[in-house]
């Protein structure tokens, strides 16, 4: 049968560490793959062909090509969504395996952490900057660079927690006001880049023309990108790659000999990327929320982030596993910005990259539990200030910045030190 292209399905599972799993066909496991929402999957299978140089008796005679070892790469475009369910008190401790894009993100960055939520502690005067949770839950729910939720008027208003001293939870940036007693406190779904990610992701890439379904082996990122385009849905790209394929009929458990199933996603609906929030701000923590919004026309963050191959003659197909390569100015992240120049001033920003002053940048997307992502840049230098317009007819100016590990908590783990984190609350 002719394959149509907008029919398909793609699902991932987590190689576990260790050079006895790496590339491993868990299609015997086919139950612990996570169905992902994705808008596009572009594989290229490789085979390498090696020439066969051995001197032939006749000039024109030629020797076949000898087969050589495998390897793909893949670019997969997803939605950047929540994962549908918000962590509230009685929410049962979540695990990241709970849905795929929480899977990917930890496959990929390496650390994740979650627990369930709590409420505003009744007759605790918490204030916009110092909210008192549940008795106890302080210290076993929330960790420095984890996040908080709070609702005001009908929103979410998400918060990267900078300081937890017993049950009382500090924000990075303080709330539009004080919560309301026994409101509830969200909690979150945070990954962060780890200093040696270990485990990796098998794929299992099917269309409804059942001999072209293709499971793909010992797979890390090498690229990702977030689009952040005002009015659309929020994407991410990655692209992936690993040194082993297989066509379904090569594995143990092929799907093949059935129609191509219905997908169950395990991950939230898409929100547009408008009546969010867009925080970029200095000083002191708790940052003020007010004058700490800001109004780009233009976002864009750049993650200088890979893996390559470790190679060895005892791996798979040359590859005893991928190792993460920092880049040679440390910097994870690059951001670019446009704002309007009544909107922020151009003057202080100029000042502040003279100045090596230290900027935190916080995108909010969506603004309802279980369906919203806070992206936390905590620390930025920033590198260049331009004018450049807002919109047509309107003036504006381009701030630049490159990341730092954050500079208001103390380090102690991977969490702590991190250049960026994702929150799913």
Wanted: proline content about 6%; overall charge negative; some cysteine.
């Amino acid at each position: 049968m002719v394959a149509l292209k907008r029919v398909g399905r793609l699902r991932i599972a987590e190689e576990a560490a260790g050079s006895t799993t790496f590339g491993a066909e868990l299609s015997g496991s086919i139950a612990s793959f996570r169905d992902l929402r994705y808008i596009s999957a572009e594989a290229q299978l490789d085979t390498s062909v090696l020439e066969d140089a051995a001197v032939v008796q006749r000039g024109f005679q030629r020797r076949l090509a000898i087969i050589g070892p495998r390897a793909w790469t893949m670019n997969v475009t997803l939605d950047l969504v929540g994962t549908g369910v918000p962590l509230e008190t009685g929410t049962a401790d979540p695990a990241y395996t709970d849905t795929a894009l929480g899977l990917l993100l930890k496959i990929v960055l390496g650390y994740e952490v979650s627990f369930p939520g709590s409420a505003e502690a009744s007759g605790a005067a918490s204030t916009a900057t110092a909210v008192t949770v549940t008795t106890g839950h302080g210290v076993a729910r929330w960790l420095p660079g984890m996040a908080m939720g709070i609702v005001y008027n009908g929103r979410l208003h998400a918060r990267e927690v900078d300081l937890r001293t017993g049950d009382v939870l500090t924000p990075k940036v303080g709330f539009p006001a004080s919560p309301t007693d026994q409101t509830i406190v969200y909690n979150s779904h945070t990954y962060a880049p780890a200093t040696d990610p270990n485990t990796s992701a098998q794929f299992l890439l099917e269309t409804s023309e059942r001999d072209a379904c293709y499971w793909l082996l010992g797979g890390q990122c090498t690229s990702m990108s977030i689009d952040l385009t005002l009015g659309q849905l929020p994407r991410v790209t990655f692209t992936f790659t690993g040194p082993d394929w297989k066509q379904d009929d090569e594995v143990g458990t092929p799907v093949g000999s059935s129609a191509i199933g219905v997908a169950t996603f395990t991950d939230g609906d898409p929100v547009p990327y408008v009546n969010n929030e867009v925080i970029f701000t200095t000083g002191s923590e708790p940052y003020t929320y007010a004058g700490s919004v800001v109004d780009p026309s233009a976002l864009s963050l750049t993650f200088n982030w890979a893996f390559q191959p470790h190679p060895s003659p005892s791996g798979l197909n040359g590859v005893l596993r991928h190792r993460l390569i920092p880049p040679d100015n440390g910097s994870i992240v690059t951001m670019s910005m446009t704002l309007p120049i009544d909107g922020a001033n151009m003057k202080t920003l100029q000042a502040a990259r003279d100045a090596r002053t230290i900027y935190a940048l916080f995108i909010q997307v969506g603004n309802i539990a279980g369906k919203t992502v806070l992206i936390s840049v905590p620390a930025l230098q920033i590198t260049n200030v331009q004018q450049a317009d807002a919109a047509p007819s309107l003036h504006g100016f381009t701030v630049e910045g490159m990341s730092l590990e954050d500079q208001d908590i103390a380090y102690s783990s991977d969490l702590t030190g991190a250049h960026f984190r994702f929150h799913r609350l």
